[in-house]
């Protein structure tokens, strides 16, 4: 069945550190979902990437999804401290319609 | 309501009693669905519901678990004679899209809000 793996589990970074997470799909993502959950709460859609290639920003956070729609990645630039928590990305396979989940990358700020 | 309501928030309970967890989707939303996630841990997909059948059973972990959706609405996740290992939050969330089985693939616009999630520890 799909897999959808992220690397890396946990990143601890300095406050104005970048930070990035990497989505890999075992098959082609028709879409790809981006989540966050902060400590104790429960996830919160950020966005959705369709097409191949897709580029989209919100603020300093950048998601791109991969020419071939098997990979996608979240870049936080500067981090602050209220960017805390576990990034998750989501997506179907072909044939699938149930949005798996990756491990999540947890991310600790550090002030 | 404005959002997807989970009860109870939290919950503690005996080893082999059984346990109900509810949840109430957001008004109109016809895709609802059921996730585990243990302690620093993924989301575990456990059941989806498209109105009030539930065409993907696929991630019950076992024959202790079921659930039921009425009215297309309320949906009750039940684990009967729990275990420890039961011990997770159970986050229930849901959808607008209507899902049709022979076009598979999410379609645009299928943005997933999950509720706050039931707590559970199996003592």
């Known amino acids: 069945g799909q897999q959808v793996m992220q690397i890396p589990q946990y990143q601890h970074v300095q406050e104005g550190e970048d930070f990035t997470t990497y989505c890999n799909s075992s098959?082609?993502?028709?879409?790809i979902q981006w989540y966050k959950q902060r400590p104790g709460g429960h996830p919160v859609f950020l966005i959705q990437l369709v097409k191949s290639g897709e580029v989209k920003k919100q603020k300093r956070l950048t998601f791109q999804f991969g020419e071939a729609k098997k990979n996608s990645s979240l870049h936080i630039t500067a981090t602050q401290t209220t960017d805390v928590g576990t990034y998750f990305c989501a997506g179907p396979a072909g044939g699938s319609y149930i949005p798996t989940f990756g491990r999540g990358t947890s991310l600790i700020v550090h002030p | 309501g404005a959002g997807v309501s989970q009860s109870p928030s939290n919950k503690v309970t005996e080893k082999g009693k059984d346990v109900e967890l509810r949840c109430d989707p957001i008004?109109?939303?016809?895709?609802l669905y059921w996730y585990r996630q243990s302690l620093g841990q993924g989301l575990e997909f456990l059941i989806y519901?498209?109105?009030?059948?539930?065409?993907?059973k696929s991630g019950l972990p076992s024959d202790r678990f079921s659930a039921e959706r009425t009215g297309g609405s309320v949906s009750t996740l039940t684990i009967q004679r729990t275990q420890q290992e039961d011990s997770a939050v159970y986050l229930c969330a849901s959808s607008l899209v209507r899902v049709d089985l022979n076009s598979p693939g999410m379609h645009s616009g299928n943005t997933i809000y999950f509720g706050e999630g039931s707590w559970l520890t199996v003592v």
């Open positions: 098959t082609t993502l028709s879409n």
């Open positions: 008004s109109g939303h016809t895709a």
């Open positions: 519901f498209q109105g009030n059948s539930a065409p993907d």
